[in-house]
């Protein structure tokens, strides 16, 4: 389904009854992505999909995606429902707009999982790092996406994921230039919410992997283990879901039961 927000086409697709869950996708991903946890989640809950802006079917906005500009085109899309409350899931950056969600909008959100994710602001590194980035994708996105899906893996394991990882890229080739370059500079500016985190007075996780290549699990746990927020780790790489799916979502229906 498309909702217009500022002269903006944003899709999102809504499935099932019950307690409302809203799962928001990481950087180059899209709604799809999600697709697989569907059919288990839907029976019990109300799966609320979102492609952020510049992704998936959802237009660029501008620039640079701020993550409050995401979260502001997410909450459109729930006013727009009429939800009342949710538990959202973030996967990497859009873990970095849930952050954001319950921040701007903490009279709706009850539940906050970080899925490969955090809630620190990028350090100086990393914002070089997207620098570079940034020039990459303006030199030829499309190496630049096929290189950056496969390093999302495990390398010790990514082999077996080669079909998975291919369909992924497949999705993420659709992501506009101009989206990729916004979503990169709103990252790269984002805000430390760690003390959004460490207050939310609901339930609160964070999914963490041994072996993700782009966030540091020891940094993740501390992270965790400092704001007293429940940690479940997997042994793989960035896309725990995919990499670790069945476990992943046996600790999901956990957290969403609690």
């Known amino acids: 389904m498309i909702l217009k927000y500022k002269n903006t086409s944003v899709f999102y697709t809504d499935y099932g009854i019950g307690k409302t869950i809203v799962l928001l996708h990481g950087f180059l991903e899209n709604s799809t992505i999600w697709y697989p946890f569907i ?30 500009q995401m979260a502001e085109a997410v909450n459109a899309v729930i006013s727009q429902l009429n939800i009342k409350t949710y538990t959202v899931a973030g996967h990497s950056m859009g873990g970095y707009v849930a952050l954001a969600l319950a921040e701007k909008y903490p009279e709706y959100v009850d539940g906050l999982l970080l899925v490969n994710s955090t809630s620190q602001s990028d350090s ?18 499309k190496t630049f996406i096929r290189i ?21 890229t497949i999705e993420a080739l659709k992501t506009p230039l101009q989206g990729i370059v916004a979503a990169l500079e709103g990252m790269k500016i ?21 072996k993700d290549p782009v966030l540091d699990y020891n940094s993740l ?29 046996q600790n999901f229906m956990h957290f969403i039961e609690k």
């Open 39 to 68: 059919n288990g989640l839907k029976n019990q809950n109300r799966i609320i999909c979102i492609d952020l802006l510049g992704h998936g079917k959802t237009e660029c906005m501008g620039y640079i995606h701020t993550m409050e």
């Open 124 to 141: 100086e590194e990393r914002k070089q790092n997207r620098d570079r980035a940034i020039t990459a994708v303006k030199h030829d996105h």
């Open 148 to 168: 950056a899906i496969a390093n999302l893996f495990n390398p010790e394991t990514k082999s077996k994921h080669a079909n998975t990882i291919e369909q992924i």
């Open 190 to 210: 984002r805000k430390n919410r760690n003390k959004t985190f460490s207050q939310f007075q609901h339930k609160k996780a964070m999914f963490i992997s041994i």
């Open 221 to 249: 746990f501390k992270e965790a283990r400092t704001a007293n927020i429940e940690v479940v780790e997997f042994p793989d790489g960035h896309m725990s879901f995919i990499e670790n799916e069945v476990s992943f979502f």
